[in-house]
């Protein structure tokens, strides 16, 4: 085994990079949390002064022009600079003119994922000659069937659960020699032969990926559990069956994601009113007008206010449920001053406009459009989120919610079981609000539990607010999610591998 070894994370999305590691600050590609995620797991291993390498599209459009202008570099001089160190440009016209990551065709988005591959498979890897492979989703999961031909040992991340599936032909036709490592892919009917699969048998990217992997996370134990014991029916079969073959040969673990340092309400330069554990409880009424202000809610320092921060989706984040009770929550709790204020984007936004102009809720719903900044402020200004995904393979916005005294309401589910204890005042303990039957009944029964710890004295609240914060900047943070993908690497480097 390598005194240090050298690590290769072959990722789609990310949205920075460590200035040290090739000046690439100005480099920003996301369209999900994949980017949040491989950006915190990148700069926290070269913090730990790993010898970490990164594999990335050479998305041209998405290079953020704005901070190259205000550092006077031109983008071939940075490209140029980047490919002899550490962040390797995967290069082809595909993708260079690409303002999204993934376009609405899927046929797009296959020939972005096999040219992005092809380079890494056929350049980078060569190039790099890494010890460790790190891949990450569907987009690179044909990488896993090549490194295990090789012998380089190689970690799969799922962190979203889409897949595609393409023909060896057209995989060939890209570019890529998967003739030399068919027999690791997950084809969808089993082969007989490599002539006799090729032009039409099918194989799945994400599978493919699990199937060839030497080990395997997903991004909460909790959401691999769940795969692995068939709780999921939209998880293909395929799929599970290779996650369980992976969970029970002991080569398949769950992995916590953390926010971003940025998000602490201490240093958070987006909100209005900075804050710590010690002076929330006057920091938040300031931040709460402030955001009242700004959304045109009734200005009330006293209003208990709910935050919506995910994107309005009825599959999997449960918004369904909150425009069956919007109407009920906010007539029960009226002279409580309820107000809730969403920052989000997605096909539900149009019915809670539809639900606030009917009942002439102006003043105390507001349905905002996803913007960063917006929704900083409103987790600095709020007393208590929602989150009630049906699923829910890790998450994030619960973990922040601590971190800014803004307590989540979540299904019992996934990444949300894992991060998300019942408050119990009286104890000590808890820090935040679960329900176990994902219906408007159960949702309801949380809302009224947050609302009964709402009312408690403000001392006491006080007390639980200040220990949430504290207890989520030590229990969520990016030094504990990668010291556990380094001793990933480090069982997966000591472990014997059959070629």
Same mark, same amino acid.
């Given at each position: 085994?390598?005194?240090?070894?050298?690590?290769?994370?072959?990722?789609?999305?990310?949205?920075?990079?460590?200035?040290?590691?090739?000046?690439?600050?100005?480099?920003?590609?996301?369209?999900?949390?994949?980017?949040?995620?491989?950006?915190?797991?990148?700069?926290?291993?070269?913090?730990?002064?790993?010898?970490?390498?990164?594999?990335?599209?050479?998305?041209?459009?998405?290079?953020?022009?704005?901070?190259?202008?205000?550092?006077?570099?031109?983008?071939?001089?940075?490209?140029?600079?980047?490919?002899?160190?550490?962040?390797?440009?995967?290069?082809?016209?595909?993708?260079?003119?690409?303002?999204?990551?993934?376009?609405?065709?899927?046929?797009?988005?296959?020939?972005?994922?096999?040219?992005?591959?092809?380079?890494?498979?056929?350049?980078?890897?060569?190039?790099?000659?890494?010890?460790?492979?790190?891949?990450?989703?569907?987009?690179?999961?044909?990488?896993?069937?090549?490194?295990?031909?090789?012998?380089?040992?190689?970690?799969?991340?799922?962190?979203?659960?889409?897949?595609?599936?393409?023909?060896?032909?057209?995989?060939?036709?890209?570019?890529?020699?998967?003739?030399?490592?068919?027999?690791?892919?997950?084809?969808?009917?089993?082969?007989?032969?490599?002539?006799?699969?090729?032009?039409?048998?099918?194989?799945? &990217?994400?599978? =493919? %990926?699990?199937?060839?992997? +030497?080990?395997?996370?997903? /991004?909460?134990?909790?959401? *691999?559990?769940?795969? $692995?014991?068939?709780?999921?029916?939209?998880?293909?079969?395929?799929?599970?069956?290779?996650?369980?073959?992976?969970?029970?040969?002991?080569?398949?673990?769950?992995?916590?994601?953390?926010?971003?340092?940025?998000?602490?309400?201490?240093?958070?330069?987006?909100?209005?009113?900075?804050?710590?554990?010690?002076?929330?409880?006057?920091?938040?009424?300031?931040?709460?007008?402030?955001?009242?202000?700004?959304?045109?809610?009734?200005?009330?320092?006293?209003?208990?206010?709910?935050?919506?921060?995910?994107?309005?989706?009825?599959?999997?984040?449960?918004?369904?449920?909150?425009?069956?009770?919007?109407?009920?929550?906010?007539?029960?709790?009226?002279?409580?001053?309820?107000?809730?204020? &969403?920052?989000? =984007? %997605?096909?539900?936004?149009? +019915?809670?406009?539809?639900? /606030?102009?009917?009942?002439? *809720?102006?003043?105390? $719903?507001?349905?905002?459009?996803?913007?960063?900044?917006?929704?900083?402020?409103?987790?600095?200004?709020?007393?208590?989120?929602?989150?009630?995904?049906?699923?829910?393979?890790?998450?994030?916005?619960?973990?922040?919610?601590?971190?800014?005294?803004?307590?989540?309401?979540?299904?019992?589910?996934?990444?949300?079981?894992?991060?998300?204890?019942?408050?119990?005042?009286?104890?000590?303990?808890?820090?935040?609000?679960?329900?176990?039957?994902?219906?408007?009944?159960?949702?309801?029964?949380?809302?009224?539990?947050?609302?009964?710890?709402?009312?408690?004295?403000?001392?006491?609240?006080?007390?639980?607010?200040?220990?949430?914060?504290?207890?989520?900047?030590?229990?969520?943070?990016?030094?504990?999610?990668?010291?556990?993908?380094?001793?990933?690497?480090?069982?997966?480097?000591?472990?014997?591998? *059959?070629?």
């Amino acid at each position: 085994m390598a005194q240090k070894p050298r690590i290769l994370i072959v990722t789609p999305e990310v949205t920075y990079l460590p200035e040290d590691m090739g000046n690439q600050s100005h480099y920003s590609a996301k369209a999900g949390g994949l980017a949040d995620v491989s950006a915190a797991l990148i700069s926290a291993l070269f913090d730990f002064n790993c010898d970490v390498h990164v594999a990335i599209p050479d998305y041209r459009s998405i290079f953020d022009v704005y901070a190259l202008k205000t550092h006077n570099l031109k983008l071939d001089k940075i490209r140029k600079r980047l490919d002899d160190e550490r962040i390797h440009l995967a290069a082809d016209r595909v993708f260079y003119y690409l303002h999204n990551i993934y376009s609405g065709y899927s046929d797009q988005n296959l020939k972005v994922s096999l040219a992005f591959q092809r380079e890494v498979i056929n350049n980078i890897i060569p190039r790099v000659q890494p010890d460790i492979i790190h891949c990450n989703d569907w987009m690179t999961g044909l990488i896993p069937a090549m490194a295990r031909e090789i012998g380089i040992p190689c970690l799969f991340t799922i962190h979203n659960i889409h897949t595609m599936t393409s023909t060896m032909s057209y995989i060939e036709d890209r570019g890529i020699d998967v003739a030399s490592f068919w027999k690791r892919l997950f084809f969808k009917k089993p082969p007989y032969n490599y002539e006799e699969s090729r032009e039409w048998n099918r194989v799945d &990217f994400l599978t =493919s %990926g699990v199937f060839a992997a +030497h080990y395997v996370n997903t /991004v909460s134990p909790t959401f *691999l559990k769940e795969i $692995v014991e068939s709780r999921h029916p939209f998880v293909e079969n395929c799929l599970q069956k290779e996650l369980k073959n992976k969970y029970y040969a002991g080569c398949a673990t769950g992995v916590l994601n953390a926010p971003e340092p940025e998000f602490n309400p201490a240093v958070d330069e987006t909100i209005r009113y900075n804050y710590g554990p010690k002076n929330h409880r006057k920091q938040k009424k300031k931040n709460k007008l402030f955001l009242q202000k700004i959304v045109d809610l009734g200005q009330d320092e006293n209003a208990v206010i709910f935050f919506w921060p995910s994107r309005l989706d009825p599959v999997q984040k449960g918004c369904q449920l909150l425009a069956q009770i919007l109407y009920d929550i906010v007539s029960k709790y009226w002279d409580a001053d309820l107000q809730i204020v &969403f920052v989000a =984007s %997605g096909e539900y936004q149009k +019915h809670f406009h539809d639900i /606030v102009q009917f009942h002439g *809720l102006g003043k105390r $719903v507001a349905v905002c459009s996803f913007n960063e900044g917006l929704s900083h402020q409103a987790f600095a200004s709020s007393d208590f989120l929602f989150m009630p995904s049906s699923f829910e393979p890790c998450g994030l916005p619960q973990m922040i919610g601590g971190i800014y005294g803004t307590l989540p309401i979540v299904h019992d589910t996934g990444g949300l079981h894992d991060t998300i204890l019942q408050l119990n005042h009286e104890n000590n303990k808890g820090n935040g609000f679960l329900f176990n039957v994902h219906d408007v009944y159960g949702f309801k029964w949380a809302i009224d539990r947050a609302m009964d710890f709402h009312f408690l004295d403000p001392d006491i609240k006080e007390v639980q607010i200040n220990r949430i914060m504290i207890e989520s900047v030590l229990g969520f943070n990016h030094s504990q999610c990668a010291q556990d993908y380094i001793n990933l690497y480090e069982k997966m480097l000591q472990r014997p591998f *059959l070629v």
